[in-house]
């Protein structure tokens, strides 16, 4: 079982940057693929990223293609989302995510882009960027 925890959530400009921290207790972090989802009032959660459990695959919504950026330290149990040149569609609640996938070879590069392929929630961290 895995715990989530999310951090680096704020107020940002337009074009700025802002860097989303995961944190994940529990054991086993590298049997985890991780997402990080978003969610903006009144629309339904949306998938902004993916990683596979040993980072060499990620996958990126069209809106935030070239501009966000996942990774993950395995060693410190930790996910990230690098935002920049930030829009103010982008203001939302971000969530992070995991799903157990295992140790196998073939789960190494797995990743998953729907909200019911994911396990494990943290509460979300809000982001609000001003125009």
């Known amino acids: 079982q895995v715990q989530l925890v999310e951090s680096g959530g704020g107020l940002v400009q337009t074009g700025g940057s802002l860097r989303l921290s995961c944190a994940a207790s529990?054991?086993?972090?590298?049997?985890?693929?991780m997402g990080w989802f978003r969610q903006a009032p009144g629309k339904t959660r949306e998938l902004v990223s993916a990683i596979s459990r040993s980072g060499e695959s990620t996958y990126y919504a069209d809106s935030v293609q070239g501009r966000f950026t996942m990774t993950r330290d395995n060693a410190k149990n930790m996910a990230y989302l690098q935002m920049n040149m930030v829009k103010p569609e982008d203001t939302a609640v971000y969530y992070c995510?995991?799903?157990?996938?295992?140790?196998?070879?073939?789960?190494?590069?797995?990743?998953?882009?729907?909200?019911?392929?994911?396990?494990?929630w943290g509460q979300g961290t809000q982001v609000t960027v001003s125009s």
């Open positions: 529990g054991r086993g972090f590298n049997t985890y693929a």
């Open positions: 995510t995991a799903r157990h996938v295992g140790q196998t070879f073939t789960s190494a590069t797995l990743y998953f882009t729907g909200t019911a392929a994911y396990e494990h």
